[in-house]
């Protein structure tokens, strides 16, 4: 199986870098995001158009602060994500992600967990 820790880390790359289709990329096809302010399983193909309105604006994100527990079959990090505006306002959330993976070493499951009233700021 590839390295888990890789693939986290190019998955989040590719979200800082907004590159939607290269973070699909990294999932399997039957796989799904679970985010506790959804609170149900979202098929990947679903939820990625709703993770990349998140920037369409022009708004940037990056990770600071990560923090990783890795296993055989998945791993888990704990970060602050930081949403800056395009006019400069900054959003930071700390988020613990926890990813499955399967024997090729693609994502099959992904459970986000973040504070639901500071996630609110993003959309105001």
């Given at each position: 199986?590839?390295?888990?820790?890789?693939?986290?880390?190019?998955v989040?790359?590719?979200?800082?870098?907004?590159?939607?289709?290269?973070?699909?990329?990294?999932?399997s096809?039957?796989?799904v995001?679970?985010?506790?302010?959804v609170g149900?399983?979202?098929?990947i193909?679903e939820?990625?158009?709703?993770?990349a309105?998140?920037?369409?604006?022009g708004?940037t994100?990056?990770?600071d602060?990560p923090?990783?527990?890795v296993g055989?079959?998945?791993?888990?990090?704990?970060h602050?994500?930081?949403?800056?505006?395009?006019?400069?306002?900054?959003i930071?959330?700390?988020?613990c992600?926890?990813?499955?993976?399967?024997?090729?070493?693609?994502?099959?499951?992904?459970?986000?967990?973040?504070?639901?009233?500071?996630?609110?700021?993003?959309?105001?």
């Amino acid at each position: 199986m590839p390295a888990l820790e890789e693939t986290m880390s190019a998955v989040f790359a590719c979200a800082e870098r907004g590159d939607w289709t290269g973070f699909r990329a990294h999932f399997s096809a039957d796989a799904v995001i679970r985010q506790n302010v959804v609170g149900r399983d979202v098929p990947i193909d679903e939820a990625v158009p709703g993770l990349a309105r998140l920037t369409a604006d022009g708004t940037t994100l990056r990770y600071d602060n990560p923090r990783r527990v890795v296993g055989t079959d998945s791993a888990t990090e704990i970060h602050d994500v930081v949403f800056t505006r395009p006019d400069g306002h900054e959003i930071r959330l700390d988020i613990c992600v926890v990813m499955w993976f399967n024997d090729q070493g693609q994502i099959t499951r992904a459970d986000e967990y973040l504070d639901s009233q500071a996630a609110a700021a993003l959309f105001a």
